[in-house]
């Protein structure tokens, strides 16, 4: 329910950011209200707040269900759960505070840093615990993604974050310069990797065969495809770092790399397309599928836009330019969000044991998303492509056109555009949310044993 | 079963596209016809607009003055963007095609280059706007003809293929995943271009 209440939040800060790019009087002079604070309060905010929330929860359930027991030390999942919302809630306000270590998607100080750790470990102990004592022997495709995710976050989050602490709130990083900025990229590229598209990849694999109601398409081309992630994504970051003080041969090899990994990104949303292409008759009441089958269209578009804005002559155009940010958000809105809406309109009647209460809210809600999505994405391509252009373009004698400061000042029609996109987005979720109280008012959890193993499955 | 399609078609699309979807469905087109009669001239409309529009207007990027491109570059990118047109054009149809068999749905190819044909029909009208190439008026005005056509594609799909709404949308959602890659595709291809020194003159 947390992931509910950062969506909410994380998504309003965004809008809020998106206001101030257009009006910048808007932090009325106060630091903890200025965009550089802002900003990463929105990514750490929808990123840890409501992505891994989500993939917290969903890992939890799905884990159980797929293993046949419960939950290995419950009592450690509860302190993970609330630890977790805890540490987000604090990290956000030091945030506001102004601390902040300077690197992307990991501005948190050192004390945050190890509260992460420690909670994460605490993560990987309960699910691999749980994996441990399960009762079939294949383990199945959603809890590899999973435990893929657990894994590299955590050898992610640890290596990144080694730094020296100078005082409560500040500290330098072990790395300096160009191994830096590879250490860094190689963390948040993964990051986007191993939480934004394995984790939720997970969250598909379990969640989209259970509401089509019918086996994975092909499950050995899953096998295949998380194998193959697994391989050719952690090499990926130095894509961030082209033309840049990082060897050419690491540019490349990452170049060669992202475009390798376009197959079994695919494979997966192939897999996902044809599990759901055979379940037409669930459409008619199930307002969840929907959003899979639409998030999975926009996973599409994601992973092909980011190998191709890795090769190098589209990247010396698309950098430094708000394609990217409309390239992130295609994933973080398209793939990402609307996949974790589907499967909380699955999972948070199921959970109390009522049905949902209102399926034409939800039906609202589909297309206030995909309004918001596909707005917000074609206001950053126009203003992508005219930055790029703005940017490199020459006069006679070959000295650059255009100032920053020119450029910026033709770009508030299109951050008008991104801010409505914005809200339109954001109305959708608070709708959502509200259905969601509507839903759960009144009931209590329901307890359920985990299925049971029919007898010829069983490993013992 | 009908094999021609009339051009009155098109027009009155705009007015009454659930007749259109339904006449469609009761013909069975040839795809050449198609082709020859229909695809070939929307999709030189767009290329022949964006001409006119940047060899009078110049491009409007945003910042101070327009932008002049050479005429002889601006004859290439137009032939360029007029093939790609056609390209996307006939492999969406082949596209659909592919899929049709997974939805279940009608195989003939005529019958897609139709459908496709009549979906791009908003995007060939807002077109209109390349004459005057403001990106920002163009962006503005291709939101509503892109939710328009979006809106045909979901409507027309199933009625034209004869298969349920549902399966219908699922079909459409996932000709909308290749059609966003097919639009990005566009986008990457022209900074490469423009990347290798065909149009304005940028550093790279």
Known sequence: MFAVLWAVIGMSVGVYVAAELLWPTLDFGQPWLSFGRLRPLHTNGVIFGFGVSALMGTAFYSVQRTCHVPL????????????????????????LAGWTSSKEYAELEWPFDIAIALLWVGFGIVFFGTIAKRRIKPIYISNWFYGGLIIVIAMLHIINSLAIPVTLSKSYSLFAGAPDAIVQWWYGHNAVGFLLTGGFLGMMYYFLPKQANRPIWSYRLSIVAFWAFTYSYIWAGPHHLHYNAVPDWVQSLAVG???????????????????????SEKLKTDPALKFIVLSLAFYGLATFEGPMMAIKSVNAISHFTDWTIGHVHSGALGWNALITFGTFYFLVPRLVGASLYSVRLANIHFWLALAGTMLYVLAMWGAGVSQGLLWLSLDEIGELSFSFKDIMASMPPYYALRFVAGLIFLSGAVLMTFNFYMTIRGQRTIEVEPPPVASHRLST | MKTVISSWL??????????????????????????????????????????????????????????????????????????????????????????????????????????????????????????????????????????????????????????SPERGMLMASALIGYLLVAAVSFLGLTVALLGRGIGPSIGV
């Open chain 1, 72 to 95: 290995f030390a419950p009592k450690l999942a509860w302190f993970v759960a609330i630890g977790w919302q805890l540490c987000v809630l604090t990290g956000g306000l030091s945030l």
């Open chain 1, 257 to 279: 790399m992202s475009l390798v990994l376009l197959a079994p990104s695919w494979a997966s949303m192939i897999n996902g397309i044809m599990t759901v292409s055979g379940a």
């Open chain 2, 10 to 163: 098109l027009f009155r699309l705009l007015f009454r596209p659930t007749e259109v979807f339904e006449e469609l469905s009761e013909t069975r087109p040839e795809p050449h016809s198609v082709f020859f009669k229909y695809v070939l001239w929307l999709a030189i409309i767009p290329p022949i607009f964006a001409y006119i529009g940047a060899s009078n207007f110049g491009w409007r990027i945003g910042a101070a003055e327009p932008l002049f491109v050479p005429a002889g570059d601006l004859v290439v990118i137009s032939m360029a963007y007029f093939f790609a047109l056609l390209f996307v054009y006939v492999s969406t149809a082949i596209v659909a095609q592919w899929m049709a068999a997974t939805y279940g749905a009608r195989h003939s190819l005529g019958i897609h280059f139709a459908l496709v044909t009549i979906i791009a029909a908003p995007l060939v009208v807002g077109s209109t706007m390349h004459l005057f190439p403001s990106i920002f008026l163009n962006v503005l005005v291709f939101i509503p003809t892109v939710m328009w056509s979006m809106y045909l594609l979901y409507k027309g799909l199933p009625i034209v293929l004869r298969i």
